[in-house]
Nanobody, 115 residues
């Protein structure tokens, strides 16, 4: 099993930046894919960014060029740097760990982009 704890959410103005962190309870190098997803009010959960065991990165089109996913294997932590944020980025952001026969979610952290 793996527990995931997100942090770093909050209120930010349009055009601003936030960095989310996801701390895992075990070595993230043993997990096939770590990812960030988000769910806005009244909408389905959607992929934001993922990073594979081998370091391959994928982004949703809506965040390409603005968001950056990264990891610190020594700290068992995955990050999401969010820049040039927009009101439509407002959502609860969830960390996900996906491996063969295993899939885990954190409880989420709320991000609000508003002036």
């Amino acid at each position: 099993q793996v527990q995931l704890v997100e942090s770093g959410g909050g209120l930010v103005q349009p055009g601003g930046s936030l960095r989310l962190s996801c701390a895992a309870s075990r070595n993230i190098f043993t997990i096939n894919i770590m990812g960030w997803y988000r769910q806005a009010p009244g909408k389905e959960r959607e992929l934001v960014a993922t990073i594979t065991h081998g370091g391959r990165i994928n982004y949703a089109d809506s965040v390409k060029g603005r968001f950056t996913i990264s990891r610190d294997i020594a700290k068992n932590t995955v990050y999401l740097q969010m820049n040039r944020m927009k009101p439509e980025d407002t959502a609860v952001y969830y960390c996900n760990a996906d491996s063969t026969f295993e899939n885990y979610w954190g409880k989420g952290t709320l991000v609000t982009v508003s002036s």
